[in-house]
């Protein structure tokens, strides 16, 4: 048997089950008395949606998005006007640009054309052959494209003009950022591996060829697009010897800058070319260790010597060399060819993106190259300087020392930072060293629970953009001009919390009748919408849409899909946006407007219109703990409230902001949860907990939230309390395996991609080599301390010590790769339990943290089995059973149900033991 037989034989097992169980349904999935299907998955792999693409022509008239299907696979592009009835699909397209007249849309289909459509029309120009399309080039009115399979393989277009330049045995092209010069690297068509370069002006038809050789690897444009460095490797040569060489326009030919040799060292080699300094004078690139070969750890004369004193984890340091070893950024003045070196070993630069005038770095230094371990390591301890790009020179930068997170500003002027207690931001000045608070004025709350306080510098760093947990400010880094609260407090008084639309359109100081748009999500309804603003007007601000939806939660935590959470996107030349809305009850749609009060609807996707479908509820209830928590009751809209449900609770951190969230139906959700349509349109209630966590004793808050969550729904006529069910994955499947130690409350419990043993994770090394500790000491853990301070805490909240405790049935769910819940911390749950005759499975995957493809497919069914025996009482499937022998493993999925009612027994403990 080869070794695609298992993987042959578990899809037929699993379309086999999944058809019978659709044959098995088919009495619910016809419409009978006017009563909807149910979702099963026969609709998983067919249900259609628009992927977060959208785009709106220049002049506003057209717009553009694609349709996906899972079980197709390619995408169809839609492209539609605004008005009127026009509309094109068109399959095969991965996407596709407007022409900047707002005439013709580009695009190649997977045929190898290169398709221009006439907007407004059917009218399809295609050129056979293209493989690739510069959409950067379109921009600026040039059609570039490469052809296949002829010795002319690259096309130069001038969409104003309509000339066109073709090039033969083209290998390679780059395009300067502007004013339209490119760089072709020609073959001519020989077999000797020499290569030529040419610059070619496309406004003036000048052509200069100025080099030849082997091996270039980059070229990259000074911003003025006068020059240009390349970098080349010569791989005939032992050690891949690299140069870089310079070249300014109209020059008779390019000089080698740098070599190996030239850089004054044996332990540096040169790796790559970065980008020139802002006006040109200096080319940044960077270097790397020269590496010695990996030891063999298994010749028997090597030993690992793991040291106390060791800065880095040898785990972690073998990681490093395996990955190439680091790189070192440097710096060459192209007139004097003197490289300085601006890291050194252990440093790294800090907002490499940070242009200003590009005459300094601000550079960190930390031995230990591990961040969660700042708060012990000694190594990991950040010393900070201010190097100069001009001469190397260092000065110390003692204040960065105890600074959490400093940012630069956008020209480099200014630092701006918040204290370690996050009440205030402060400001730095970099030419004289001033520190200022820029917001002791101010009575706010500056931490922001989804989203980076500091959104935008404004130009020539005049202001800077600052999101407070609700509002948005703008603030003079100087503190001279006052601070300008944009939405007037009303974010704070009214719990919205408020995020600038089209950021980038902001570039200086706002002035009075300066109007901006807002997205706005109310922390307590969850409804979302838009605020409009203008500077000046007194008052709130402008109500413009809010409902129960969901537009734009901009910078939202991932419980927002990104397919569904899309920034509303501007016509350049018309006061038009293109819009996507959606809602836990409606599929994501597009829409217009112009003013965000009234929108116009362009399309008309509602595959969930035809299925039982999901119908959200808000609660609020008080946790054990006295704090008021709130949480999402999913109900399908034949709920009957003189019937008795059961119901599952499925909870990670705090999900109430999804209210409105429209969740589509697949095997599983987010790779290892419940799908929530599934089981709610089978009967099934899903209630969705907020969770609230105390740092030192994280799983006191789970408790309390979701035990209280179980009383509550439990004194509720609809619900069967004798069969309610708890599951969770990742963070969520940690909660569960402590909950199943503590409580007897629930009938069935499923915990995936989960630690069971918080002592051994604490101390072990992840598949990637890292150290677990600073997930328990600083992360989503939240132990907030080591081991030894909270050694009871650690011991009550590990799940495998409490084992013993457990009457409710589990199934657990493990990827064997799974880097951050490993396998074996797993297994000890499963182990202990199986030890303790408790009813438990594990369900071992060749994945990591979730599941894909048919691995999906086989969990999603094996877990609505399990939950479908304990909470609706079906015959169990046969692996719960009997389970599934290793000898017949890819050949039997014992997915078959019993024929009648029995339930899974006793283990084989033995009485006594």
Same mark, same amino acid.
């Given at each position: ?84 009835? !026009? ?123 100025? !080099? /030849? ?31 870089? !060489? ?134 990991? /301890? ?19 020392? =105890? ?43 500056? =931490? ?35 601070? *300008? ?23 200086? %100081? ?82 217009? =407007?112009?003013? %965000? ?32 928590? /709130? ?27 999804? *209210? ?24 099934? *209630? ?15 808050? =789970? ?68 150290? /677990? ?92 089995? %399990? ?47």
């Amino acid at each position: 048997m080869n070794n695609r037989t298992p993987l042959l034989l578990l899809f037929i097992a699993l379309s086999h089950w999944v058809f019978g169980q659709n044959k098995m349904l088919s009495d619910h999935s016809n419409y009978i008395g006017g009563e909807k299907k149910v979702v099963d998955s026969s609709v998983y792999n067919t249900w259609p949606s628009y992927d977060p693409r959208m785009y709106i022509s220049n002049d506003g008239k057209f717009v553009m998005y694609f349709e996906t299907n899972p079980s197709l696979q390619h995408t169809t592009l839609c492209v539609q006007s605004v008005k009127g009835n !026009w509309l094109l699909k068109l399959k095969n397209v991965d996407d596709a640009f407007f022409s900047n007249n707002s005439q013709s849309v580009y695009f190649i289909n997977r045929g190898d054309s290169l398709c221009t459509l006439k907007l407004g029309t059917n009218l399809i120009d295609y050129i056979p052959n293209v493989i690739a399309l510069n959409s950067d080039a379109l921009k600026r009115d040039l059609l570039i494209y490469e052809l296949k399979g002829n010795d002319t393989n690259l096309v130069v277009k001038n969409l104003r003009n309509e000339s066109k330049s073709s090039y033969s045995f083209v290998k390679r092209y780059w395009l300067s950022d502007n004013d339209n010069k490119m760089i072709l690297q020609f073959s001519g068509g020989n077999t000797n591996g020499i290569d030529s370069l040419v610059w070619i002006n496309l406004n003036k038809h000048t052509r200069y060829a100025f !080099w /030849q050789g082997r091996g270039v690897e980059k070229v990259i444009f000074n911003d003025e697009s006068t020059q240009i460095a390349y970098i080349t490797a010569d791989k005939s040569e032992k050690g891949n010897k690299k140069a870089i !060489w310079y070249y300014t326009e109209g020059a008779k030919g390019g000089d080698i800058l740098l070599t190996d040799s030239m850089l004054n060292t044996n332990e540096l080699v040169l790796n790559d070319i970065l980008r020139f300094s802002k006006e040109g004078e200096r080319l940044f690139f960077n270097c790397k260790d020269r590496l010695l070969p990996l030891p063999k750890v298994n010749d028997e004369s090597t030993v690992e010597v793991w040291s106390y004193k060791d800065a880095v984890l040898q785990s972690e340091q073998v990681m490093a060399l395996q990955n190439g070893g680091r790189s070192y950024l440097m710096v060459v003045n192209v007139d004097h060819h003197q490289p300085l070196r601006i890291e050194r070993k252990y440093e790294s630069v800090v907002y490499w993106d940070v242009r200003g005038k590009d005459d300094f770095f601000l550079v960190q230094e930390a031995a230990g190259m591990e961040p969660g371990e700042s708060n012990w390591n000694e190594a990991c /301890q950040s010393t900070w300087y201010k190097v100069s790009t001009t001469s190397a020179q260092r000065e110390r930068m003692f204040l960065l020392d =105890t600074i959490p997170f400093p940012m630069v500003s956008k020209e480099a002027n200014f630092l701006i930072y918040q204290n370690k207690e996050r009440t205030d931001y402060f400001t730095y000045e970099m030419s004289t060293g001033v520190v200022r608070n820029i917001t002791s004025k101010i009575k706010t709350d500056w =931490t922001k629970k989804h989203a980076p306080g500091i959104e935008k510098w404004l130009d020539n760093d005049e202001g800077v953009v600052i999101n407070d947990h609700n509002d948005v400010w703008i603030l003079d880094p100087k503190g001279e001009k006052a601070a *300008l609260n944009l939405t007037h407090g009303y974010g704070r008084r009214n719990d919205i919390v408020f995020f600038l639309l089209d950021i980038e359109s902001i570039h200086r %100081f706002p002035v009075n009748g300066d109007r901006f748009i807002f997205s706005a999500f109310n922390n307590q309804t969850k409804d979302n919408g838009f605020y409009g603003v203008t500077v000046g007007k007194s008052g709130a601000p402008d109500l413009l849409t809010m409902g129960p939806y969901l537009y734009c939660a901009k910078y939202h935590p991932d419980f927002f899909p990104g397919n569904l959470n899309v920034e509303p996107v501007k016509a350049k030349d018309a006061q038009l946006y293109l819009v996507k809305r959606s809602s836990a009850r409606e599929s994501g749609n597009y829409y217009v =407007t112009s003013d %965000f009060k009234t929108y116009a609807k362009l399309t008309n996707l509602h595959p969930e219109s035809n299925y039982n479908w999901v119908v959200p509820e808000l609660h609020t209830w008080t946790s054990l703990d006295g704090h008021s928590l /709130q949480g999402i009751l999913y109900k399908a809209e034949n709920f009957d409230a003189t019937k008795k449900y059961p119901v599952i609770f499925e909870y990670y951190e705090q999900k109430s902001d999804r *209210l409105n969230v429209y969740i589509a139906p697949e095997s599983l959700s987010g790779y290892c949860s419940i799908n929530i349509p599934t089981y709610v349109s089978n009967g099934y *209630l899903v209630f969705c907990p907020d969770i609230r966590y105390d740092i030192g004793d994280p799983m006191q808050g =789970t408790y309390d939230a979701v035990i209280s969550a179980a009383h509550y729904m439990a004194r509720k006529d609809f619900v069967d309390s004798s069969k309610m069910a708890i599951t969770g994955c990742s963070w969520g499947g940690i909660q569960t395996n402590y909950l199943v130690t503590h409580s007897g409350l629930f009938a069935a419990a499923n915990a995936n991609s989960s630690l069971g043993d918080w002592v051994s994770s604490y101390s072990a090394l992840s598949l990637e080599g890292h150290s /677990q500790q600073a997930a328990y000491e600083m992360g989503q853990i939240r132990m907030g301390s080591n081991l030894w301070e909270k050694k009871d805490i650690y011991l009550k909240n590990s799940p495998v010590l409490s084992a013993d405790k457990v009457t409710t049935p589990i199934l657990l769910m493990q990827g064997r790769n799974d880097g951050a819940c490993t396998f074996n911390n797993a297994m000890e749950f499963f182990t202990s339990l199986r030890r303790l005759g408790k009813r438990s499975w594990l369900l071992a995957y060749d994945a990591g943290h979730g599941l894909e493809g048919t691995y999906a497919v086989d969990f999603g069914i094996r877990q609505r089995q %399990f939950f479908d025996h304990y909470l609706k009482g079906t015959p169990p499937p046969k692996w719960m059973m009997e389970g599934v022998p290793v000898e017949r493993r890819g050949v039997e999925s014992g997915l078959g149900l019993y024929d009648k009612y029995v339930t899974p027994g006793v283990g084989l403990l033995r009485a006594g033991k």
